[in-house]
């Protein structure tokens, strides 16, 4: 099991920039897909980025191409969701998320089994 912690939320005016860090501990990546997701209130979890952490593609929900960049650091074993020209319906608690699999395309949040406790971002206009 690998125990995960996001950190890097706050509060930030529309247009501001946040970078988000998941440090995760208890495993090697290596083999992990790795996810971050938001929830809203009174809203589903809904898919941000996904990313297979010893390489190949990234994948962005259509809300947040262009303006998210997920990441990795191998040596500090953290993930990160590097968030610019915040929007007001950014708002929302981000979760980080691992899944022993490679996963070639965005995988839904009922497949992953390890979640982190959340971070909550709020975008103020």
């Known amino acids: 099991q690998v125990q995960l912690e996001e950190s890097g939320g706050g509060l930030v005016q529309v247009g501001g920039s946040l970078r988000l860090s998941c440090a995760a501990s208890?495993?090697?990546?290596?083999?992990?897909?790795m996810g971050w997701f938001r929830q809203a209130p009174g809203k589903e979890r809904e898919f941000v980025a996904q990313?297979?952490?010893?390489?190949?593609?990234?994948y962005y929900a259509d809300s947040v191409k262009g303006r998210f960049t997920i990441s990795r650091d191998n040596a500090k074993n953290t993930m990160y969701l590097q968030m610019n020209s915040l929007k007001s319906e950014d708002t929302a608690v981000y979760y980080c998320?691992?899944?022993?699999?490679?996963?070639?395309?965005?995988?839904?949040?009922?497949?992953?089994?390890?979640w982190g406790q959340g971070t909550q971002v709020t975008v103020s206009s």
């Open positions: 998320a691992a899944l022993l699999a490679r996963a070639i395309v965005p995988i839904s949040a009922s497949r992953y089994n390890n």
């Open positions: 208890g495993r090697t990546l290596s083999s992990y897909t």
């Open positions: 990313l297979f952490w010893s390489g190949g593609n990234t």
